[in-house]
């Protein structure tokens, strides 16, 4: 079965950098995108972007262009989510999702989703 | 203020049927499908309904979704206790080229 694990949690200092991996397992990695999506405490859900293990292909919500980077490793089936120049606005939880069928960016389709990542910004 | 609107509240009885609405507009819902998500408390939302009114497999029945125009709804019949969670309609949006999500209805089963 298609399963998404997450790396634990975290506390970063502002201005620091974080990185959260998303190990995917149950089915074929190069053939679907990886979207995250972010919730901040108490809040409602806010997609930050897809990236395609295909070919690396990226696509970043404006708001988070420029801090962001997603990458993959095929060879560990594993996506990667880095976001730097943190602010308290960016504690939240921090989820990778499988995405659906047809490997484009233009999708709010979130097949699966991993567990979550709470990042902690403390000033 | 979320590109998609939603009613912050629903609340029925056991055995009920409630409806939960999600607003949107021409490059939005209007061009592209729409999908529902659960949130159970302290949880990763789950996938409901994808491409407007289809269910994974696993999601009961009594989950439904329907969209017309600019609008969309999620019909829950024979309400449950388990049933109590968040949930989000999402779709893409041409104009932002981004995936934007409704501020969520969070259900009450009383």
């Known amino acids: 079965q298609v399963e998404l694990v997450q790396s634990g949690g975290d506390v970063k200092n502002r201005g620091a950098s974080v990185k959260v991996s998303c190990t995917t397992s149950g089915y074929n990695f190069n053939s679907f995108g990886i979207g995250w999506v972010r919730q901040a405490p108490g809040q409602g859900l806010e997609w930050m972007g897809w990236v395609s293990p295909y070919n690396g292909k990226i696509k970043v919500a404006q708001k988070f262009q420029g801090r962001v980077t997603m990458t993959t490793d095929t060879l560990k089936t594993t996506a990667y989510l880095e976001l730097t120049t943190l602010t308290s606005d960016d504690t939240a939880v921090y989820y990778c999702?499988?995405?659906?069928?047809?490997?484009?960016?233009?999708?709010?389709?979130?097949?699966?989703w991993g567990p979550g990542t709470p990042v902690t910004v403390s000033s | 203020q979320s590109v998609l609107t939603q009613q912050p509240s629903a609340s029925g009885t056991p055995g009920q049927r409630v409806t939960i609405s999600c607003s949107g507009s021409?490059?939005?819902?209007?061009?592209?499908?729409v999908y529902w998500y659960q949130q159970l408390p302290g949880t990763a939302p789950k996938l409901l309904i994808f491409a407007n009114n289809k269910r994974p497999s696993g999601v009961p029945d009594r989950f439904s979704g329907s969209k017309s125009g600019t609008s969309s709804s999620l019909a829950i019949g024979g309400l449950r206790s388990e049933d109590e969670a968040n949930y989000y309609c999402?779709?893409?949006?041409?104009?932002?080229?981004?995936?934007?999500f409704g501020g969520g209805t969070r259900l009450t089963v009383l």
């Open positions: 999402a779709s893409w949006d041409d104009n932002l080229s981004a995936a934007v």
């Open positions: 021409i490059s939005n819902i209007g061009n592209n499908p």
């Open positions: 999702a499988k995405m659906g069928p047809g490997l484009r960016p233009g999708s709010a389709w979130f097949e699966t």
